[in-house]
Each structure stands twice: as structure tokens, then as C-alpha cells.
């Protein structure tokens, strides 16, 4: 079995694929909502349905292979625009690849990736879209879409207000990736830096960040936005570092690093 399930709340669960990822099932009284699709290295969609029994919609934080590689299990999902070209081109070798490093990467216990027929699955969903403001009604829950562009460029986060969750996808990870591509990354640092405050200006509203990888305390994920402001404001210097399997300028603030620049360089090990 390649998910831990965990109730966080009330009728919504936390699945971890494997120690990769993060996704989320919301239960509405009307409808519920599955918040990003892993890689796709088992049935979700069956995971999904022994959890709810009503109607539900899926929606995709943004389109990398490890939270939009599965969705071709469901016939429709939702996901921004500016994103949508990246999880149409992923492909089952994308998804074999991203496993085989992470796996090298010493990311999961060697052999503990149980891997079913699901992965070979190449099929793609109906792809629909979803912009800042759009709302999905679950009946007794209501998910507020906010477009937080940086890790992606169309990177969304999504508030749930009943249960106080923010699921924040990659934008505010305590080793956050601004890999959207830009001409001028300072103006996209900056970018994702408002949007960022604009959404935690509501931090009222939740108690905790559902990210990508793991659930992210308020403060942590704030201290990612603080690292953004110290870098804009020139406070800070990038270093070369090794973090994880990566090696790239990283910038750091407390706890939490940030990289702003291009995702393939950020994978060379010869920098
Ligand atoms: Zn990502």
C-alpha cells in the first residue's frame, strides 16, 4: 500500500503518497473536493472513493508530475491555466523517472515504493480551469481559489474556511522553489511574495497550510514569505548549498530556504 491516511479534521483526510507527497480529500455535504492527485502510483481514484460517497470534483495545485501525475485516473480536474500545458505533457515516464530519483535520492526507503498498474496509466482527464476568486460549493464547505504564481505559474492555494485549512500546494514550502519561468525573477519573487501576504492577510481563516509535501504550521509558512521580503529587501545572499538532492544557490532565513531561478538548474549537480 502506498498511501498513510490521516483525518486532520472532520471529513478531510491527508493522503501521503510513499513519503513524496501530499493530496486531500474534503468531504461537503453536497459534493466533495480530492486536492491534487500524487503521481499516481496506485488507485487513488479507489482510495478516493472508500473515503467519500458523494459526487466530487479534483483539483490541481499546479502541474508537476508529483501532484498532477496521477490525475489521469479521474475524467475531469481542474487546474489554472498557465499550468495546464505542463500536466497535459507529463507522461508515464515523467512518472517513472521522478520515482527512480527520488528513490536514488534516498527520498523513500529503498523498495518500500509500492508500485501498482495504475502507474502505466496514460491516460489524461478533461481538463478544466480554475482562476483567483472561482469558488467550488461542497454545500457546507465553500473552496476559495487564490492564484499564488512563483513555484509555478500557475500555482493556486486553496481555502477552506469551515474546516480552517489553507492547502497550499508548493508555494510556501520550508524549501520553497520559485521555478516559474521569468525574464526578470526579482519582479516574479516579488509577485509571489504578495500573493502570498495577500492570502496570509486571512490567516484568521485557518489553522494550518495542507502543502504539497507535508501540513505546514502557520509560522513556518510564513517564515518562507519572511525569507522572500529579506530577499527582496537585499538582506539576504544566496549560497551555494547542497540541500536534499539538490545543489543550487539557496537563500535562507531561519529555518527556511528559498531558490529563485530555473527548475533544471536546480537539479545539476555540477554547479
Ligand atoms: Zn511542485
Known amino acids: 500500500m502506498c ?7 472532520k471529513g478531510v483526510w491527508h493522503v501521503d503518497e510513499s513519503g513524496l507527497n501530499a493530496m486531500y480529500v474534503v468531504k461537503g455535504s453536497k459534493m466533495s473536493a480530492v486536492i491534487d492527485a500524487g503521481t499516481g502510483i496506485g488507485d487513488f481514484k479507489g482510495l478516493v472513493e472508500s473515503l467519500v460517497d458523494n459526487p466530487y470534483v479534483v483539483l490541481i495545485t499546479h502541474g508537476h508530475v508529483d501532484h498532477a501525475g496521477g490525475c489521469g485516473q479521474f475524467i475531469e ?12 505533457n507529463i507522461k508515464v515516464e515523467d512518472r517513472e523517472r521522478y520515482l527512480k530519483n527520488m528513490e536514488s535520492a534516498g527520498a523513500v526507503a529503498p523498495g518500500s515504493l509500492s508500485i501498482a498498474e495504475e502507474l ?16 467550488f460549493d461542497l454545500g457546507d464547505k465553500k473552496l476559495v481559489i487564490y492564484e499564488m504564481t512563483g513555484h509555478t ?40 511574495y504578495e500573493a502570498g501576504k495577500r492570502i496570509f492577510a486571512r490567516k484568521d481563516s485557518f489553522d494550518i497550510c495542507g502543502g504539497g509535501h507535508c501540513l505546514i504550521p502557520i509560522e513556518k509558512a510564513e517564515e518562507t514569505l519572511t525569507c522572500g521580503e529579506m530577499i ?22 531561519k529555518d527556511s530556504r528559498l531558490y529563485n531561478g530555473d527548475f533544471a538548474a536546480l537539479h545539476s549537480e555540477d554547479k
Not at 237 to 245: I, N, P
Request: hydrophobic share 40%.
Open 153 to 192: 505559474a500557475g500555482s493556486v492555494c486553496i481555502l477552506d474556511e469551515a474546516d480552517r485549512i489553507l492547502f497550499s500546494g508548493d508555494s510556501v514550502n520550508d524549501l520553497e522553489l520559485i521555478c516559474a519561468p521569468a525574464k526578470d525573477r526579482e519582479a516574479l519573487l516579488k509577485k509571489w
Open 232 to 253: 527582496l529587501s537585499g538582506e539576504l545572499q544566496a549560497k551555494v548549498e547542497k540541500v536534499h538532492f539538490f545543489h543550487a544557490p539557496f537563500y535562507k532565513y
Open 77 to 88: 480536474a481542474y487546474i489554472n491555466e498557465r499550468d495546464y500545458q505542463a500536466a497535459l
Open 3 to 9: 498511501w498513510t491516511v490521516n483525518e486532520i479534521k
Open 120 to 135: 502505466k496509466n496514460d491516460k489524461k482527464p478533461e481538463f478544466r480551469f480554475m482562476k483567483e476568486g472561482d469558488i
